[in-house]
Structures are given as C-alpha cells and as structure tokens.
C-alpha cells in the first residue's frame, strides 16, 4: 500500500544548515513525553494508540447506527462546533461529490448539513426553513455537552423534528454524541432515551475525529469508516519507528523555520474539495500551539482560486510566512480539455490533456515562483483522495501537532484561552452564575 509522503528540500536555502537536524534530541524527548505520558497534558493522550484500538464491533455499531439515519432521513443534520465538527467536514466535503449539496437524496446517502457552530440568526433560520417539511435527523456533538452555539441549534432542531415527525421518530433520528455521564446533551439523551455515543475523557475535541465524533456523521454520509480507521492505524504503525519518520520531521522543519522568523504556516490545496481538511487542520495546530505568546499562525488557502486574490501577498507581501502545500497525486475523475476548431478562447495548445495536467503545472509553478520570492515550501503528497490516504494524513497531523507542540515549550491538549470570550457572552447576557463578571463588564463598558 502507498502512503503520504513528505518533501522538504525547498525549505533548506530558508534556514540555517544543520538547524532541522539540531531539534533531533527534542523531537525524541517530545516523542519520549507522548509515549511514557509523561508531558504536559498528559491525561490527553487518547488520540495516540485509538487508531489500533477500534475494534470491529464498535464500528459495526457506528455503522448500524448511520443505517438508522440512512433509512430514515433525506437530510442529517451535524450539530457541533469546532473539534465537534471539522473532522467530520473534512471528510465528507472532500469525498462527497462537489454538487452534492445541491442535489436531493441519492442512493440511499442523505444530505449532510451543519449547524450549532455558529450563533447566526439567518443561517439557523434559513436552515430551519430548508429542513422544513424534510425528513430529517440530527447527530448533537458536543463533549461538554454546554457549549452554548451547538445547544442553541440542537434546542431549536429538536423540536422541530418533534413537531415535523413526531416524538417516536424524533426518538429515533436524534442522536447524542457526548460525555459519559456530564452536560445537557447527555442529561437530554438519557431522559429522551436517544441512541448516545460517548467521547472518550482523555480525547480532546481537536483530537477526536476517529471517536464517533468524526466516524457516525462520515458513515452516516456513505463513507468507509473501516478504511478511514485503517490508513490512520497504519500511520501510527508507520510513526512509531526512529527511522525516516515524517512527523518528526514535519515537527522539526516547522519548528526551524519558526526560529528563523517564519511565524505563519499556509496550508495550500489546489482542489476546492480540501477546503475544511485546511479548516480542521487550522483547529488542530491553531488551538495546540497558540499560547503564552507563542506558536505558529495556521492560515490556509485554496489554489488557483485564491492565486487571484491572497497570491499577490504571498508571493511580495511580507516574509514571515511558508507554505505547506498538500498535493493529490492522481484524482479521482479523468476529464480532457477538448480541441476547438476555431480556436477562438486560444486554449488549443491544452487540447487533449487533462485538467489535472494543467492543475499540476499551476502547482509546479505556483511552487517554484513563491519560492523564488523567499517563500520556503513543504509538499505532502497524497497519492489519492479516499478514506486511507485521509485516515492517514489525520494521524500524520496529529502526531506531528503533538509533538511540535511538546519541542514549542507548550500544552498543545489544552486551550484556556477560548474561556475568555465566552465568559463575556455570559456576563453581557446575564447567565446565572455570573452575576459578578456581569457588573464588572457593565463598568467597564461606560469607561
Ligand atoms: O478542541 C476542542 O476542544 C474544541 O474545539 C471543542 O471541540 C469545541 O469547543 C467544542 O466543544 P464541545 O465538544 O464541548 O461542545
């Protein structure tokens, strides 16, 4: 079997000779720390031996579950917001047809839509208005089970279901994904009795695309959970050897080239499909690293289209950036460019390749003149989009988050900082138990 692979050299005339292989003893020790549990936010660590520990049972479970919803929904609607999301996006936008969201029911896979991250009137109305006379479902994720956008979604979807299909099928198309024992959302499931699935303690939300978080909603959407699972479980086969490993690697050219003044990562893509894999992965790096004034800034792209409008920056703007370009080897359709008699567009020297040909050749030259403008590149390359080569590149980030994090100095499983915005929502809507912040805010607000 193929795998992705890791391309550097067009970072080497960006840094200092010998500065990759000078984080050698830290990216071990960080390594070491992952594995013994011995490093910060430690009781985190689930993420890094789940591939190889889903068993065939608990994936029949995902899967029977998904059929429910298959059989009884023409839309399922994912409720959840950041890591209770983006996983679960990624996938299925990348693997989906392009179209798909504008088309009705097609065999036997449902419309997959998203709500509860974000506190948008229009969008939850326009989405209430959508699902409107629709047989639909939804998947309510959230770990704590509080967070207030997916709440307010899940409270407003819930009873419009109830309403449209009655409570015996509400009971039946709604399902929880959540703590064990703690939050509204398993506090509601329990007492309505909805299908649950629990979120491990010790999976953080960024961390949990392989739990059910990320798996019911991409099997529910028709995809190979199995397969998936299987390309992340042999990535981390693939990471636990010294040898040739690429996230140790990928760690430690991140990791150089931040030293030497490169502050913000651009993930690039040149397929519009891969645009919430670049949205999970800005979550997954953003939220591990970005603290006690430190860490990289994940930003990302989607090429050609933004060539037009961001590439003016990349390639003149300032020179704090790199990019880290993710390249699909072969897609997954074949497609010519047609020759034209006329000739009018002038396009005929393209005739008979195929757009992927022209794709490349952006690419390959999208690479060369960013480079040249004092931009260092990263390639991955992925042989092809599917579930394996995702499930693999999943691991591949998550390893390489960890353990950057680890040699960056900082908890990369914690994220203290989201609290502060959400204890001023609190106090400027006077939620109970902050009545003190409430008058604190309220003094600050006439300053
Ligand atoms: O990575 C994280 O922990 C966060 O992004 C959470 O996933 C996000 O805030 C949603 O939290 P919850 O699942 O508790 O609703």
């Known amino acids: 079997m193929k795998s992705i692979s890791l391309h550097i050299e067009k970072t080497f005339d960006f840094i200092k000779e010998g500065a990759i292989e000078g984080f050698k003893a830290q990216i071990k020790a960080a390594n070491e720390a992952l594995e013994n549990g011995t490093g910060k936010g430690n009781d985190f660590l689930g993420w890094l031996h789940l591939p190889s520990s889903i068993s065939k049972s608990e994936i029949d479970e995902l899967n029977a579950t998904a059929k429910v919803l298959r ?51 229009d969008y939850i109305s326009e989405l209430t ?47 929880a994904i959540t703590d064990a024992k703690k939050g509204a959302a398993r506090i509601t499931a329990d007492k309505e009795g909805y299908k649950s699935f629990i979120i491990p303690d010790n999976v953080g ?70 645009h919430f894999i ?7 790096f953003g939220e591990s690293e970005g603290k006690e004034n430190k860490g990289i800034f994940p ?51 393209l005739a008979g390749k195929r757009i992927d040909e022209v794709n490349k050749m952006a690419e390959l030259g999208t690479q060369l003149a960013h480079v040249d403008g004092g931009v260092p590149n990263i390639k991955i390359s992925v042989p092809q989009l599917n ?13 390489t988050c960890g353990i950057s994090g680890y040699v960056l100095g900082v908890n990369p499983f914690n994220q203290p900082g989201v609290e502060a915005y959400k204890k001023n929502m609190f106090a400027l809507l006077n939620k109970p138990g902050y009545e003190a912040d409430s008058k604190a805010i309220q003094e600050k607000l006439k300053k």
């Open 71 to 121: 059989d009884n929904c023409e839309v399922v609607v994912v409720a959840g917001i950041g890591g209770s999301y983006l996983g679960a996006r990624a996938v299925i936008e990348a693997l989906n047809n392009s179209f798909s969201w504008l088309q009705e029911k097609k065999e036997g896979n449902p419309v997959i839509v998203f709500a509860g991250n974000n506190i948008s009137e």
């Open 129 to 175: 208005e959508y699902l409107a006379g629709k047989k639909f479902g939804v998947i309510n994720i959230s770990k704590s089970g509080t967070t207030t956008e997916t709440a307010l979604a899940f409270r407003l979807l819930k009873k419009q279901c109830e309403d449209q299909r009655g409570k015996e099928m509400a009971r039946k198309v709604l399902v």
């Open 205 to 274: 939300g960024r961390f949990s695309v392989l739990t059910p978080v990320g798996l019911l909603p991409i099997a529910v959407a028709g995809f190979d959970i199995a397969q998936l699972i299987k390309g992340a479980a042999d990535m981390e086969k693939e990471l636990s050897k010294d040898e040739n490993n690429i996230a140790y690697i990928y760690a430690a050219t991140r990791n150089a080239l931040y030293q030497s003044g490169k502050k913000t990562e651009i993930l690039v893509n040149f397929h519009p499909k891969l």
């Open 278 to 284: 670049a949205e999970w992965w800005k979550q997954l």
């Open 299 to 349: 930003a990302a792209v989607d090429f050609t289209t933004d060539l037009h409008s961001m590439g003016q920056w990349i390639q003149e703007g300032e020179r704090s950036i790199y990019e880290t370009v993710i390249s699909i080897e072969t897609p997954n359709r074949e497609l010519h460019v047609p020759s034209d008699k006329e000739n009018l567009d002038g396009l005929n020297f």
């Open 387 to 399: 579930e394996y080569y995702i499930g693999q590149l999943f691991y591949f980030f998550e390893k």
